[in-house]
């Protein structure tokens, strides 16, 4: 993020996009949304088109910032985690990444 400060500006801004899209858009949105610095996941229970028509909304928000979404009905992956549905309940796995590598 480049300075000090550049994670918490991000952070803010992001906050408050989220507060003038879920202000604006006039359908349902998602029951949970979590966010951390400029990641966000959201889960649902709504048929698969109210979610994509939010998706559709908050894609063409903002003119300097891009959206990637992902939808499935059982495994999302979020950070480094894989999060499932499976005997409705939510199951999660990490996935463990090198980060460097010997000289």
Not at 9 to 31: D, H, I, S
């Amino acid at each position: 993020m480049g300075t000090k400060t550049g994670p918490s500006y991000a952070c803010l801004f992001m906050g408050y996009l989220k507060w003038q899209m879920v202000n604006r858009y006039q359908g349902p949105t998602p029951e949970f949304y979590y966010r951390y610095i400029d990641d966000g996941i959201g889960v649902s229970t709504m048929p698969l088109d109210d979610p994509k028509n939010y998706i559709d909304f908050v894609k063409t928000f903002h003119p300097s910032i891009s959206f990637t979404s992902e939808i499935s009905t059982s495994t999302v992956n979020f950070l480094d985690i894989k999060i499932s549905i499976r005997d409705r309940f939510a199951r999660q796995s990490t996935t463990n990444r090198r980060i460097a590598t010997p000289i």
